[in-house]
């Protein structure tokens, strides 16, 4: 009986310690293993999310990304681009301009032009494309209201798409896309490809652009000052408008949009053998509405420069606080391309109206 106790009391106590310790070491080996593998799955971690970020090109990410850094966008573009964000908020309560966080990408060496995207959270509210003359002071080429906007990555990829290019591809084999625009309203992308002919496509509609009016605009750009320069310069240089100049920011408002309803030019084309209408203001416009129903503005030759002929799709007045009239901004597009606003007296230097007869 003896021994059989001995055993007894003895077996207990070990099983029970061992059992304790093996727990024991069990964590910490699960611990140490947990250590030991972190920085792999960190390194995974990040291998799955540079994956991912690979999938945008690294000159399509500079556009997108990095070239919205305010310190390529000078102070005194940022201030112009706030003021007419200001102006353009007293459309009416529930505008959300005045809240919305703006974003810059200057659109190519030698053109002193920067797109300005205009959100409130992930909401879009518009957009704007801002030049300085050679006097330094700047304008408001045009602008958009919502989620139209110009240089939209889906757009291109659709381009790309019809004719069966891959961009990651051309980046990835050292090709590279460039925002560009060139005046008077040519918005569009360079997408340049590796051992072969840069292509050019409008930023509005999609559409490729000829190779040769392109080439030119893009040697025109070369040759100007680099963009840093420029930048730097302008800051320096550029001209604030005084009250001789302009009304101040604070004493101009918009009116509410007059919008018209959209339509296709190519459905009726009679309207090329039409004669111009006689238009001097939104007023004279809003008459020949009224008569017509239905404007297209082309630009003729130059046509290449705005998208095409496009129709004439509403207007929108800014007066100062007498309610004089000081600006005159006319819709143009909307249909199979964005809708943008833009000065009258553009239009007017460059083209003419017509009236869609049926």
């Known amino acids: 009986m003896y021994p059989r106790k001995v055993g007894v009391s003895m077996k207990r106590p070990f099983h029970k310690g061992w059992n304790v310790i093996r ?8 611990f140490l293993c947990i250590i030991t ?37 000078p102070d005194a573009v940022q201030q112009f681009a706030r003021e007419q964000a200001i102006i353009l908020s007293t459309e009416h309560e529930g505008n959300h301009w005045n809240h919305a966080q703006l974003d810059f990408y200057p659109l190519g060496p ?11 959270g992930e909401s879009p509210v518009g957009y704007m494309i801002i030049s300085a003359n050679d006097q330094g ?9 919502g989620e139209q906007r110009p240089y939209n990555i889906s757009l291109l990829d659709q381009a790309l798409d019809r004719q069966q290019l891959d961009l990651k591809k051309m980046i990835n084999d050292g090709g590279g896309l460039q925002l560009r ?8 992308w360079k997408v340049e490809r590796p051992n072969d002919d840069a292509i050019y496509i409008d930023a509005t509609n999609g559409d490729t652009l000829p190779t040769g009016i392109l080439d030119a605009l893009d040697t025109d750009s070369r ?6 320069k420029f930048i730097r310069s302008i800051s320096v240089q550029a001209v604030v408008m005084t009250p001789e100049d302009s009304p101040q920011v604070s004493s101009l408002s918009v009116d509410s949009m007059d919008l018209q309803p959209l339509f296709d030019p190519a459905d009726n084309l009679l309207w090329i053998t039409s004669k111009a209408l006689s238009i001097n ?24 420069l705005y998208g095409g002929a496009l129709p004439v799709s509403g207007y929108q007045i800014w007066r100062d606080d007498r309610g004089t009239v000081q600006k005159q901004y006319v819709a143009i597009g909307g249909n199979t391309s964005v809708r943008r606003f833009v000065p009258l007296h553009t ?9 869609v007869k049926p």
Request: aromatic fraction near 8%.
């Open 23 to 30: 727990r024991i070491t069990g964590i910490v080996m699960c």
């Open 37 to 73: 593998l972190l920085p792999l799955l960190q390194a995974e971690g990040a291998g799955i999310q540079n994956a991912t970020r690979s999938v945008l090109p690294t000159t399509l990410a500079t556009s997108t990304a990095e070239l919205h850094s305010d310190t390529l966008a």
């Open 110 to 120: 030698g053109t002193r032009s920067w797109l300005v995207y205009a959100n409130v």
């Open 137 to 145: 002071q700047f304008q408001l080429t045009e602008y958009g209201q």
């Open 181 to 188: 625009y060139a005046p008077p309203l040519l918005a569009y």
């Open 223 to 228: 040759q100007a000052t680099s963009r840093m």
């Open 281 to 304: 203001g939104v007023k004279t416009l809003n008459q020949q509405w009224k008569e017509h129903k239905k404007i297209i503005f082309s630009a003729d030759e130059k046509n290449v």
């Open 347 to 355: 239009l007017l230097r460059d083209g003419h109206f017509y009236a």
